[in-house]
T-cell receptor
Framework: QKEVEQDPGPLSVPEGAIVSLNCTYS??????FMWYRQYSRKGPELLMY????GNKEDGRFTAQVDKSSKYISLFIRDSQPSDSATYLCAQRGATNKLIFGTGTLLAVQP | SQTIHQWPATLVQPVGSPLSLECTVEGTSNPNLYWYRQAAGRGLQLLFYSVGIGQISSEVPQNLSASRPQDRQFILSSKKLLLSDSGFYLC??????????FGPGTRLTVT
């Protein structure tokens, strides 16, 4: 079992839709999670990071951690074509190393 | 504000040739530095990380090496490239309590 798993997609939604991106993790010892956005042929950009359970909101983005189910989610409200990218989740483990999911490709159709 | 640079942006090298990729960070001191490789359609694989000058930890045994000659400079090298070394190489920096921040990447094609 991979430490962080993510559905690769692709996920296609119409403009304005609410997008839900999800990951599962296996190691409960580490409770620091991050979401990155990566445009094609670019480096990943840190969107949000959260600690332990609960929600964190930043503009149209909400990150959620559910410790009981080992599930992390990123919600995008009022999705825009400019949100089309690959979204990577990550768990920060020992010595601050990040364990990444393989990424979900999102396409927002105008 | 902090900035991270990588060069070159694109590189095509023959099998057996040497490699040197450079990464520099501005606007921060004593950062943790990381090298990742991203193969097509796959996630990010951590190759090396460094917590200080001259301190390098290797995550994956391979024909690559890394060095940190200065506080904000991180270099990825190889003496002889293999076809399997092709990929997108990303440098990142971070501190203990923050996420990691990535550079623009170097796309390496070994022919």
């Amino acid at each position: 079992q991979k430490e962080v798993e993510q559905d690769p997609g692709p996920l296609s939604v119409p403009e304005g839709a609410i997008v839900s991106l999800n990951c599962t993790y296996s190691n409960s010892a580490f409770q620091y999670f991050m979401w990155y956005r990566q445009y094609s042929r670019k480096g990943p950009e840190l969107l949000m990071y959260t600690y332990s359970s609960g929600n964190k909101e930043d503009g149209r983005f909400t990150a959620q951690v559910d410790k009981s189910s080992k599930y992390i989610s990123l919600f995008i409200r009022d999705s825009q074509p400019s949100d089309s990218a690959t979204y990577l989740c990550a768990q920060r483990g020992a010595t601050n190393k990040l364990i990444f999911g393989t990424g979900t490709l999102l396409a927002v159709q105008p | 504000s902090q900035t991270i640079h990588q060069w070159p942006a694109t590189l095509v090298q023959p099998v057996g040739s040497p490699l040197s990729l450079e990464c520099t960070v501005e606007g921060t001191s004593n950062p943790n530095l990381y090298w990742y490789r991203q193969a097509a359609g796959r996630g990010l694989q951590l190759l090396f990380y460094s917590v200080g000058i001259g301190q390098i930890s290797s995550e994956v045994p391979q024909n690559l090496s890394a060095s940190r000659p200065q506080d904000r400079q991180f270099i990825l090298s190889s003496k002889k490239l293999l076809l399997s070394d092709s990929g997108f190489y990303l440098c990142a920096w971070g501190t203990g309590d923050s996420g990691q921040y990535f550079g623009p990447g170097t796309r390496l094609t070994v022919t």
